[in-house]
């Protein structure tokens, strides 16, 4: 299926566009902001000839372009004879929202920077009228929340599955080095039987055959791991339904050579058999001597 798309987000100022671009980074589109309207057709025949590498392209053009503004009903005019497929997402909100948001934010308002908010405001949307009515998708941002931004933008332009929204990274670690600063969940997998003591597999890692063999072969390690994956199988999607992109679970032992990092292998195992975005990583083995 083919996932090109090029959207163009405009607007009132205040209406919450920066909040929108972090959202669609997230989403995987390429960003970019107060992009003058007239390089527009030219940078989307750049990306068309990145081979694929940037495919999903978010461009944010208001007012702050100045007279270039102006060129953007021209060149969206060239783009549809052209038949360069843009859509173009305007968001808006009242006047009351708006003249709230610039009072909190303390900020002027760029068509009034000496003048009153209510001006500016007003010759704004006189100004972006052609626009709006150009617009695939209006969005009213008066009264949504930042998750219910999000989720709408999610909704509109997201276009995959609550799995590949999301990325995991499992971490192995080893406590006497500390708990990793970024991690969501920490377990602690001290308690399953040590490889340490077990004097040929000292020195090996819990990605060496005879290491994994030792770990698996307890009871308690099957009835663990069945209970750790049902306990994340259940958290991740809440993560994922509060907005989370990114996730990081820590399991740790003593040095984070054997345990952790055999508990973390089955892990991502099973969370990529799911469709997740999973990516691994063992921070504490090279502080080891390893023998394989």
């Known amino acids: 299926m083919d996932t090109s798309r090029l959207v163009i987000i405009t ?25 003058p309207p007239a390089l527009i057709p030219k940078f989307a025949e750049l990306c068309a000839q990145s081979a694929g590498r940037v495919s999903r392209i978010a461009l944010v053009v208001d007012i702050r372009g100045g007279e270039f503004f102006d060129e953007l009903m021209h060149v969206l005019g060239e783009m549809d004879r052209e038949a360069v497929m843009a859509e173009v997402l305007f968001l808006e909100a009242s006047d ?19 003048g009153r908010i209510s001006e500016g405001i007003r010759l704004e949307r006189d100004r972006l009228e052609y626009v709006r009515g150009r ?5 009213d941002t008066s009264n949504l929340s930042t998750q219910q931004l999000k989720d709408r933008i999610t909704e509109l332009y997201g276009g995959e599955s609550e799995q590949a929204k999301l990325s995991v990274n499992v971490v192995s670690f080893g406590f006497k080095y500390g708990i990793p600063l970024d991690a969501d969940m920490v377990f602690d997998v001290r308690f399953l039987p040590n490889p340490f003591y077990v004097e040929p597999l000292r020195c090996k890692t819990g990605e060496n055959p005879e290491v994994r063999e030792y770990i698996n072969k307890w009871p308690v390690t099957h009835q663990f791991l069945k209970r750790l994956q049902s306990f994340i199988d259940f958290l991740i999607p809440h993560y994922a339904k509060e907005g989370k992109s990114q996730l990081v679970i820590a399991i740790g032992c003593t040095g984070g050579m054997h345990r952790s990092v055999f508990v973390s292998g089955k892990v991502a195992e099973a969370l990529r058999e799911q469709g997740y975005r999973v990516a691994i990583e063992h921070r504490d083995i090279k502080h080891n001597k390893v023998v394989e």
């Open 96 to 114: 009351s929202t708006l003249i709230q948001r610039y009072k909190e934010t303390r900020r002027r308002h760029p068509l009034a920077p000496q």
């Open 135 to 139: 617009a695939t998708h209006i969005i």
């Open 11 to 35: 607007g009132m100022s205040g209406a919450g566009k920066t909040q929108v671009v972090h959202i669609m980074e997230d989403l995987g589109y390429f960003c970019v902001d107060n992009l």
